[in-house]
């Protein structure tokens, strides 16, 4: 059984930065590939950033290219994503997911397991 647990979100102004990180356990991270999706309330959950299983291979929605950063330490069983320049329209609940398949595709339906989420709240 694969667990995902999100941390880092919280309240910030608009134009700062925060550091989500999600923490992997019951398999080594290393067998999936990581996706990053956040859903606002009333909106449907949307793709954020993926990264490969080597962190070789990466892939951004357009609203966040150039603001953030996917990236993962195998060895800590951690992935996180960077958030700079921070939107009052970034505003949502982020959700961490793995995917058994080494894609980095921004479907829903690629991801096997999901975490619970952390709330990203930006206060223009």
């Known amino acids: 059984q694969v667990q995902l647990v999100e941390a880092g979100g919280g309240l910030v102004q608009a134009g700062g930065s925060l550091r989500l990180s999600c923490a992997v356990s019951g398999r080594t991270l290393s067998s999936y590939a990581v996706g990053w999706f956040r859903q606002a309330p009333g909106k449907e959950r949307e793709f954020v950033a993926a990264?490969?299983?080597?962190?070789?291979?990466?892939n951004y929605a357009d609203s966040v290219k150039g603001r953030f950063t996917i990236s993962r330490d195998n060895a800590k069983n951690t992935v996180y994503l960077q958030m700079n320049v921070l939107k009052a329209e970034d505003t949502a609940v982020y959700y961490c997911?793995?995917?058994?398949?080494?894609?980095?595709?921004?479907?829903?339906?690629?991801?096997?397991?999901w975490g619970q989420g952390t709330q990203v709240t930006v206060s223009s």
């Open positions: 990264i490969s299983r080597s962190g070789g291979s990466t």
């Open positions: 997911a793995a995917a058994r398949s080494n894609s980095v595709a921004p479907r829903l339906g690629a991801y096997d397991y």
